[in-house]
């Protein structure tokens, strides 16, 4: 039965305090560092393979805190989980820009990936234990959307920040923004209603061993998808570089993009809502992979432009939809474990995508490393089709 409108802008505005603004603060400050670590890491004189290693961190630690994290919440609750999620990410950030010795560099990712991870895992636990499964696409690709509205305005402060102050202050400035996050917890509205910590507990391992092959299913091509997502966050950055672009012109290039990516999100959430989950990732995945391609055969700044206006065409259109799966696949009195096994798999595609550009990178060039995110995306989009299929009935 088709939901009333104004149902639909009630549950937005309803969550707007305890998962809009908290992810908004979070993504920002995540963001504003984002196009900044390579270069400082390169700036530094650290390698391709090892730029590659220090950004995927962030994914290891996403995808390794999965398992506690769920242990954490079903403790403490899930808004604890939030609070020390938030406030370790933003520590790690505003460290980042002091430090030079690579094995602190690539410890400090983790635990920045450790944060992220948790964040996200929070607030999809939460969509999952308290939003209708017909309003859930629109919820999420509105996570995904306020994602991108970080993104969008994210990489042009920082570069921005670091052409005037250098890099230690703009990780600075992320750290301080990331810590806004903070306040869900004292916002009227910014707490769960219901205290998690009051549901009958599972026990999370025989949780994941009893679902281990739904796990594995539902979170193969999820993870292929966020490697080429995440990869282009290394790879844009490294081919304007060469081209001969500023930092401040760098950051301005990923946000055309992702000021695209943000005009189109709320397509995502109507069409797997209404049509149905594949409807969304085939095609705009596909796009996506397209642009990767394009990006690959750059010679110039207008070149890196149109590639990442279509990169980011390919990712808006998907806005919420490795979110959604797995809120879709989550068996009913197991989403916590669940999701804790799906956000493992899926979130090691965050340190594949980075390191696959690293090493492509320093073997056959920066070219090859596009073509390779391309082609892994493209994998991503044929195992959802093909292996997990269709789930807003599921």
Known sequence: MTQPHNDVWAELRR????????????TSGMTIALPLIPLYLEGIGISLSM???????????????????????????????????????????????????AVVLVMLRLISGFGFGAMGQSRQLFVTRGVPIHFRGRVTSGMGGTHRLALASGPVIGGAVASMWGFSAAFLVAGCVAAAGLTFWIVPGGREAV????????????????????????????????????????VIPLIADRLGLSLTEIGGLLAVGTVVDFMIFPISGVLMDRLGR???????????????????????????????????????ATSGAVMTLGADLAPEGEQGPYLAGFNLVSNLGL?????????????????????????????GVVWIALVVGETRSA
């Open 351 to 379: 340190f594949v995508g980075p390191f696959v550009v690293g090493v492509v990178a320093d073997a056959s060039g920066l070219r090859a490393s596009a073509f390779a995110l391309g082609g892994i995306l493209m994998a």
């Open 15 to 26: 969550l707007v305090p305890p998962l809009y603004l908290p992810i908004l603060a979070m």
């Open 51 to 101: 730029v590659g290693v220090i950004m995927g961190a962030t994914g290891i630690g996403a995808a390794l805190v999965g398992i506690p994290a769920s242990a954490f919440a079903e403790r403490f609750t899930n808004d604890h989980l939030m609070l020390v999620a938030v406030a370790a990410s933003a520590v790690s950030l505003m460290t980042f820009g002091f430090v030079e010795l």
């Open 195 to 234: 205290d998690a910590g009051d549901a009958v507990r599972i026990p999370i391992l025989a949780s994941l061993r009893r679902h281990r092959r739904r796990i594995v299913a539902g979170g193969t091509g999820p993870m292929l998808i966020q490697a080429g997502r995440e990869g282009r966050y290394v």
């Open 278 to 316: 594949l409807y969304s990732i085939v095609p705009a995945f596909t796009v996506m992979a397209i642009g990767m391609v394009l990006l690959g055969l750059a010679d110039n700044a207008v070149d890196v432009a149109l590639a990442s206006v279509l990169i980011g065409l390919g990712n808006g």
